[in-house]
């Protein structure tokens, strides 16, 4: 087998600064320096990076079985997302994913496109002329209301706030711990504990409250709860206790509201940098939806729409690297794994392989036409994972995002400061670093709204 080649570091702390400093620039560095597959010197811990198709590919799907989570971040999640789908492992994560799986296929979510339709129009009514937004805090608004609507029904809606205020307690916690050389007990009374342990005892009495309203409801609803209630093994029956489901719903309602909220808001900071996209956009969604919101039968017509939300999660994608941990010695694509060294999957550096995405750092949702996507090799783009682990919601989260792209676009047009950058901040999730601002200005009503203000704009 090749040597593998090993990154340049500090004597005794290795790379583990830039990991906690600039954990995005060492993912480049990976790439720049080591090429598919690279050896990140870190104390008392076995860490390599791969940046390659073909080694992303054996690991997610060929190899699946020789790897399992990374065992930092599932420790660390396992207080609010239990043994959801998200952290459980072998039989446990295999029955779960086939009892959820069914109630999340393209087809199924279908149903829910009128909820996140309706919030999108909620959203831009909200929105004035020349107001400026942090379009974060709005994105996250947005998901948040989505998430509560398709997984609970409206019952739910006056728990959003509290929910989404003690997820984002979680996250953080999380997010600190990921780059910690030592993890500490939950159990200490320091300031991060104390708010995680909040965090989740908020959590729990809301969604457990929940599934007890429901269990003591016979009547049927047509919700993502209510789905998973109803699941049966189809070998024994059995359905899901309580506990199962309290993990599971946490597990979707994180996903389906914080990188979604991430992956819209990025959208959207790029659209305000690149007017050329968005008018297209625009027009697209205008000649299409004539000002009304989308529907479900709408969306083959809004190519682009989906384009312009694939491209924006190549280049900020939520889940920017995926972790595994080898559960015995393993040769990937030619390099020795040993047994319980972290393999790092660069999603995020992989995205920007000149040789995969030419010009990599240019912002072109052409790159996702049907052709130009289906000619990348498999691996190359992974914005949801891929194999056994796949994230389940990926059809609802790419339903989601070419909705509330289309239906924005053809009544806002969002500017940003000249010269104004927001660099990403790699949390659990790729978040942008710092509120980001965008002035609001409304379209003309109608159809023809979209060539009026292009006339507008040239003075014609």
Partial sequence: MPEMPTLSGLPVLGCLPELGRDRLGLLLRAYREGGDM???PLPRRRLYVATSPAIANAVLRQEAASFMKFFALARLSRPVLGDGLVTSEGALHRRQRKLIAPGLTRREVGRYADAMARHSEETQRRWSAGETLDVHAEMTRLTLGIASETMFGTSAEEHARAAGDAIHAATSYIAHGVGALVHLPLSWPLPRHVRMRRAVATLDEIVFDIIRERRADPSPHDDILGMLLAAQDEDDGATMSDAQVRDEVMTLFVAGHETTANALTWALYLLARNPEAAE???????????????TLGDLPALPYALQVFKETMRLYPPAYMVGREATAPVSVEGWAIPDKATLLLSIY?????PDLFPDPERFDPERFTPEREQALPRGA???FADGPRVCIGNHFALME????????AQHVRLRSRAGEVVPPQPRV????????????ERRRAGREGGDAAAATRSGG
Avoid: F, K, N
Avoid at 429 to 440: D, F, G, I, K, N
């Fill in 280 to 294: 297209r956009l625009a027009d697209e969604a205008r000649s299409v939806l004539g000002g009304r919101p989308p």
């Fill in 38 to 40: 690279v050896r990140v």
């Fill in 429 to 440: 999730t790729l978040r942008p670093s710092r509120a980001v601002s965008l002035e609001v």
């Fill in 349 to 353: 550096g992989m995205h920007r392989r």
């Fill in 381 to 383: 783009y992974l914005p």
């Fill in 401 to 408: 995002g070419q909705i509330v792209l289309a239906h924005l």
